[in-house]
T-cell receptor, first 114, second 113 residues
Framework: KAGVTQTPRYLIKTRGQQVTLSCSPI?????VSWYQQTPGQGLQFLFE???????NKGNFPGRFSGRQFSNSRSEMNVSTLELGDSALYLC?????????????FGPGTRLTVL | AQSVTQLDSQVPVFEEAPVELRCNYS??????LFWYVQYPNQGLQLLLK??????LVKSINGFEAEFNKSQTSFHLRKPSVHISDTAEYFC???????????FGTGTRLQVFP
């Protein structure tokens, strides 16, 4: 079974631009979560989607948004990029929306904002 | 809200020595506990998890962790480390109320020959 894939792997943008990141979960997984990883803050939860609906949201500004499609693939969008948005963005999928389910992580998209 | 504390940001150790990576969480009410490992330039992989039952859980590569409710801790241990264990280790907690997975800031384990 293929693992979680994320595209693109690397992105360089400038302040004020917007960006869209994509995540394809493991086949059969219906839950997709997004995290922001930075050296100082560690992993911060962004949001979780299940069956095309956002089920959980972290403490991030409205510039961060996401969606999930009927095939469980997910995208996240960041508008009006700031320097502080530079980070590794990780996507994780799991079978169900459950706190006991193992989350399987993709390799991440490294976003650099100049 | 749940929080996770990993007191050690870096742990240097020589090969074949024992190691303990510490993890404390804020509340013991209905929590599930996880350790994830991140090798360089890769995503996170589940190492082991505690859901219920025996408080000692083990991974296939020799790591183990013990759920201690009274001390709200879930420390990760290995009796003898290998160079290939060099990685960043994240402790995480989720609870039945929010379903969110809350991560600690990570501990970088560096194993020297």
């Amino acid at each position: 079974k293929a693992g979680v894939t994320q595209t693109p792997r690397y992105l360089i943008k400038t302040r004020g631009q917007q960006v869209t990141l994509s995540c394809s979960p493991i086949s059969g997984h219906r839950s997709v979560s997004w995290y922001q990883q930075t050296p100082g803050q560690g992993l911060q939860f962004l949001f979780e989607y299940f069956s095309e609906t956002q089920r959980n949201k972290g403490n991030f500004p409205g510039r961060f948004s996401g969606r999930q499609f009927s095939n469980s693939r997910s995208e996240m969008n960041v508008s009006t990029l700031e320097l502080g948005d530079s980070a590794l963005y990780l996507c994780a999928s799991s079978l169900r929306l459950s706190s006991t389910d193992t989350q399987y992580f993709g390799p991440g998209t490294r976003l650099t904002v100049l | 809200a749940q929080s996770v504390t990993q007191l050690d940001s870096q742990v240097p150790v020589f090969e074949e020595a024992p190691v303990e990576l510490r993890c404390n969480y804020s509340s013991s009410v209905s929590v599930y506990l996880f350790w994830y490992v991140q090798y360089p330039n890769q995503g996170l992989q589940l190492l082991l998890k505690y859901l219920s039952g025996s408080t000692l859980v083990k991974s296939i590569n020799g790591f183990e962790a013990e759920f201690n409710k009274s001390q709200t801790s879930f420390h990760l241990r290995k009796p003898s480390v290998h160079i290939s264990d060099t990685a960043e280790y994240f402790c995480a907690v989720s609870d039945r109320d929010t379903d969110k997975l809350i991560f600690g800031t990570g501990t970088r384990l560096q194993v020297f020959p």
